[in-house]
Every structure is written in structure tokens, then in C-alpha cells.
């Protein structure tokens, strides 16, 4: 079944369009530094901006600062909130399930696809930067970045094993987002209020993070280590938010994968 | 045996009581027409037995074995159209049929090597040859419909479970349709057709269920339903004197149609025309379905009873 939901999601248009469409930000800026040569002070901007202007070979991970906060969380909501509801929606739903499909084993290859479309835009999205960065904004060698945050440089195997790791710290990230939408997706037949739902408690997170009252929650809001992957590239590698990242993510898959299946197995199918 | 029975199946939704404690019971080589008006717990009924909705109280037995608990073994040999076809828009026909083939458990070793053939097959069989290579969202609703069916027919089920399976069809397709059950149905397969068209019904079914607001107010062969009711039925022009020769037997009277309790069409038809009637037309007069499915399902407040 999970072959046959990647093959699903693969072979839909809308998944190829949304990766375009994330690309888009990136590319645009990317072309607006290379023409105008003004970049952000460094420690203002977007994460690691300031530093692609001597380096293109940074770009990648700009490019995912970029689209971290909003763009991708947005793209993994509609993904992950039309999972169950869309199936729902255009029926199709009834007639996997009489197949017969079991209800855990469809949530688990629904998830594992969204995964797997994660991972691919993630991925996506450093090579197209790679690329561009390359093409408009020239090599060179790291250190300018690096020396700015910890003072000693990094070799360009180190480089490309850390944007390799910072790859997957994204797309680990986005897990917490796609079970919640997920979990929405099977209480609803409206992919759209799936993943309006998904977002909008995404924005509550990003507001109460800024909120001085509701320090006590902080450690605990799914945005709150979204950016660590920052912390990748100093020297030594800072693991402390990294790890508590991954473990708030997968916290929040048990929880709302466990709802969702606990509300999906003894569900009418009345779509 | 029976292809499908169930014991006091109960459905409630809140305070409503969707299907309220029936037994179907459909066997082996039946099939077996499901009527019953919109909303009167058709679908539902449906859904139960395929394990989309779970019952509230009752058992369910499909192909011998219980559902839903053992829908992993029975449903594989279930060919299914619930309430209208569904389909990937963007993909073609064959490629949904092949999607949806791959889905769940396999029914025989090597069946994956033989998918590319088996979906040729049944497109062929329901008429989508050509189309098939289209994507489905250019598809009229009679071609969704076909598609669906196609979709049903994948694995050479035991049972067909179709919901209104001629909605979206014009007379041809209907009449394919038909002749396309009807041959599967030789061949051994059960079917249950759940529908509101009583002709459709009528002419292709071997026993009838009713459904009527939840409950279950026939359950019989068709045969027995519309078997002979004693009485005849005579067109005449002259009508006044049949009815003055008939005295007394004459039931109904409609115009120029008389309704005559008397069972011996031929005896009926020596007496007037030595009485000098002239008789048009003269037959056993039967109940139609319709009649049959009325009555079962007349509101017990319109007559004036009440319990």
C-alpha cells in the first residue's frame, strides 16, 4: 500500500506544482541579490543571507530558511490535510477501504507518502538553491559564514555533510504539521479545512513564541526549534535544540497519529 | 447457503434509527433486488455489510464468514459500486483500474504479472475498450458509471454489492448493463442490487428485499410476489352488460376494464361471449411490483390504523 499511495502521490500534477512553487521564492531572490549586490547585515534577514553574497554554495540552506516558516509548513498541510479527505471527498475513499485496505495500514502509507513528498521538496529545494547560488552568486569557500558564528572554518566535505543533515532535520521538522493535518484529514471531508486547521495551529505556535507570558508552553510549540538547523554549521555542532527538535516532533507524531487512528479505525464511512 | 444474512441489523445515528433490526437474507445464485424510496436506510444497510459503517447492534454474515471482523478474508471476493463510481480524474481509466487493482491484498499468486490482462479484459467487458485510454476527467457519468463497474468485476467476486448501478446510463447502456449482469449472474455470481426503479427491478431480479423507513417490509421471490391474485381482467366496449352478466364478481371497474373475481380466464371468456359481450382483451390479472411495494409501504396513518 505505501507503493501504491507514493506511486499516487508522484504521479499527481499538484504535487509537482507546489515544489515549483516553492522553488520560486528562493529563485527570486537569489536573481535580486545577484542584480542588486545588497545584502542583509549579517544576523539580520533570513538565516545565512547575509553570507551567500561571498559564497553561493550557502544558498541551499537560505533557501530552506526561506521557505521554513511559512511556505513549506503550508505545502505540507495541504498535502497531508487532503490525505484522508480528499479521498473522501472524491469518494474514492469507500472503494479503497472495500478492496479491502485496513484503516492503520492506509493512515501509515498516507503518512509515509507525505514523508516522502517532505523529504522531496525539501531536497528539491537545496538543489535548485545549489544551483542557482552557483550560477548567480559564485563559489567560494565557507568560512566568511562560518568564521562569523563560531570563528573557525569548515571544509567543503563538512559543508555538504551538514546541509545533508540539515536536509533532514527540515523535513523531521515538518512531521509534527502533516500528522496534525493528517489527524484533521480523517475527522473531516474537506481537505481544505484539514489543512486550514493544520496552519492555524501553526500560527497560534508562532504567535505564543513571541508572547513573553507564554514562556512556560515555549519548549513545548511545534515552531520552537524549526530554525535550530542553524546550529548545524558551528563548530562544534550545537546538538542541544537539534535534539530536543527531533524529540518534540516525534512526540507529536505519537499523539496525533494515535488520534487519528483511534478516530479513523471505528469511523462511519458515510462519504 | 446464503451469500449475505444478517439478524436484527440496527443502525442509529443520534436518535434516529437509520435500519431498524432486519434480517436480509440473500442466497447463493440470487438476484436479489433492494428497493426502497431515498433515505429509507438502503444505503446504509449497504455500507454495513461492506464494514464502511458499523452496526450498532446485530450480526452480519457475508459469503459465510462475519462482518466486519472478517472483512480481510470476505471482501477480496466482494465486487463493490456504492453510491456512484469514483475515480483519479487525472489519470487515465486503465491507469485507475491498475491502481486500484494493486490495492490491498492480492487474490492469487502471479496475480501482479497478470494485471496488464485482466484490466484489458474487464474495460472490454464493460464496453470502455477505446475510451480507457482517456483520462477519467473527460468522462461522461454513464462512462464513470462502467468504469466503476469494471472496477467491481477486477476479481471475479463471488458477490456484486451495486448501488444503483444503471444511474448516468442512457437506455443502451442500461440495457447492456443488463445483459451483462444477467450473464455474470449465469455464470454463478450473486448479486444485490439495491435500487429505486421498480421496472429495473422487475425485470432483471429473482427475489425482493423492501426497505421502509428502516425497516424491512417484504422479503420474498419476485414469482411468489406477483403470482396470480384469483382475479381476471376483461377490456370490453360493452361494458354495462358484462357488468349486468358478471353480477356481483365485478371487483373494480376502470373505464372499459373490468377487474372479475373469477381465476379461469378461458371459462370467463366462453360465458360473455355467449352472453354476447364482446371481449378485447382478457387475462389473469396480476400485482405489479409496484402495487406490491406500495402496499408494504403504505403510512399506516394515511389508512386510518394505528398502533
Known amino acids: 500500500m505505501i507503493r501504491v499511495e507514493l506511486s499516487k502521490m508522484l504521479r499527481r500534477p499538484r504535487t509537482w506544482v507546489i515544489i515549483l512553487g516553492l522553488n520560486l521564492l528562493p529563485t527570486v531572490v537569489a536573481v535580486l541579490l545577484a542584480v542588486t549586490d545588497l545584502g542583509p547585515q549579517p544576523g539580520e534577514g533570513p538565516a545565512f543571507l547575509s553570507a551567500v553574497l561571498t559564497d553561493g554554495t550557502l544558498f541551499p540552506l537560505a533557501a530552506l530558511a526561506m521557505v521554513l516558516p511559512l511556505f513549506m509548513p503550508v505545502a505540507v498541510a495541504v498535502v497531508a490535510g487532503d490525505a484522508v479527505a480528499g479521498e473522501a471527498q472524491a469518494g474514492t475513499l469507500r472503494y479503497l477501504l472495500t478492496r479491502p485496505v485496513g484503516r492503520a495500514r492506509l493512515l501509515v502509507a498516507k503518512l509515509v507518502s507525505v514523508i516522502a513528498f517532505v523529504l522531496l521538496a525539501v531536497v528539491v ?14 563559489g567560494g569557500d565557507a ?10 572554518s569548515l571544509t567543503s566535505t563538512q559543508l555538504v555533510e551538514r546541509t545533508l543533515l540539515a536536509v533532514v532535520y527540515v523535513t523531521l521538522s515538518m512531521l509534527g504539521v502533516a500528522a496534525l493535518a493528517l489527524l484533521l484529514s480523517t475527522f473531516t471531508d474537506s481537505p481544505l479545512g484539514a489543512a ?12 505564543l513564541l513571541t508572547l513573553d507570558a507564554a514562556q512556560s508552553l515555549q519548549p513545548y510549540l511545534p515552531t520552537r526549534y524549526w530554525l535550530s538547523f542553524v546550529d548545524l554549521f558551528r563548530d562544534p555542532i550545537l546538538w542541544r535544540d537539534i535534539v530536543r527538535g527531533v524529540l518534540l ?7 496525533f497519529l494515535g488520534a487519528a487512528w483511534a478516530n479513523f479505525s471505528t469511523k462511519d464511512i458515510t462519504s | 447457503m446464503s451469500a449475505v444474512r444478517t439478524r436484527a441489523l440496527t443502525k442509529r445515528y443520534g436518535a434516529v434509527l437509520a435500519v431498524d433490526g432486519i434480517d436480509l437474507d440473500v442466497r447463493e445464485g440470487d438476484v436479489y433486488g433492494f428497493l426502497g424510496a431515498n433515505g429509507s436506510g438502503k444505503t446504509t444497510t449497504v455500507r454495513m455489510l461492506l464494514g464502511l459503517v458499523l452496526a450498532t447492534s446485530g450480526d452480519i454474515e457475508v459469503l459465510g464468514s462475519p462482518m466486519p471482523r472478517s472483512a480481510g478474508a470476505v471482501l477480496p471476493r466482494v465486487g463493490t459500486l456504492v453510491e456512484g463510481p469514483a475515480s483519479y480524474g487525472h489519470l487515465t481509466g486503465r491507469a485507475n483500474l491498475r491502481l486500484f487493482d494493486s490495492m490491498g491484498p492480492a487474490t492469487s499468486p502471479g496475480s501482479r504479472r497478470r494485471r496488464k490482462q485482466r484490466v484489458d479484459d474487464v474495460l472490454e467487458r464493460v464496453g470502455l475498450g477505446v475510451a480507457g485510454d482517456r483520462r477519467v476527467r473527460g ?52 448479486i444485490l442490487l439495491s435500487s429505486h426503479l421498480l421496472a429495473e427491478v422487475e425485470q432483471m ?74 371481449v378485447q382483451e382478457v387475462g389473469p390479472e396480476r400485482r405489479g411490483l409496484e402495487q406490491v411495494v406500495l402496499e408494504a409501504t403504505a403510512d399506516p396513518s394515511n389508512v386510518g390504523v394505528s398502533r
Not at chain 1, 125 to 138: D, P, Q, T
Not at chain 2, 139 to 157: F, I, K, T
Not at chain 2, 212 to 217: H, I, N, Q, T
Open chain 2, 139 to 190: 468522462y461522461s457519468l454513464g462512462m464513470r458509471q462502467r468504469l466503476g463497474l469494471a472496477g467491481a468485476l477486477l476479481r471475479e467476486p463471488e458477490l456484486l454489492v451495486l448501488d444503483e448501478p444503471t444511474n448516468g446510463l442512457d437506455p443502451q447502456g442500461i440495457h447492456e448493463m443488463r445483459r451483462l449482469l444477467l450473464e455474470l449472474n449465469a455464470q454463478g455470481t450473486t
Open chain 1, 249 to 255: 516532533q516525534g512526540v507529536y507524531v505519537v499523539v
Open chain 2, 205 to 278: 431480479c429473482t427475489r425482493v428485499g423492501v426497505l421502509d423507513r428502516g425497516r424491512l417490509v417484504v422479503q420474498d421471490d419476485l414469482r411468489v410476489l406477483q403470482a396470480p391474485t384469483g382475479l381476471s381482467f376483461v377490456v370490453t366496449p360493452d361494458v354495462e352488460r358484462a357488468g349486468a352478466l358478471l353480477d356481483g364478481r365485478v371487483v373494480r371497474r376502470d373505464g372499459r376494464r373490468l377487474v372479475v373475481r373469477e381465476p379461469d380466464t378461458a371459462a370467463l371468456t366462453r360465458s360473455l361471449v355467449a352472453g354476447d359481450v364482446r
Open chain 1, 196 to 207: 486550514l486547521g493544520a496552519l492555524a495551529f501553526l500560527i497560534a505556535s508562532t504567535l
Open chain 1, 143 to 152: 568560512s566568511a559564514l562560518v568564521t562569523g558564528i563560531s570563528g573557525s
Open chain 1, 125 to 138: 529545494v537545496a538543489v535548485v538553491g545549489y544551483v542557482v547560488g552557483r550560477l548567480l552568486l559564485g
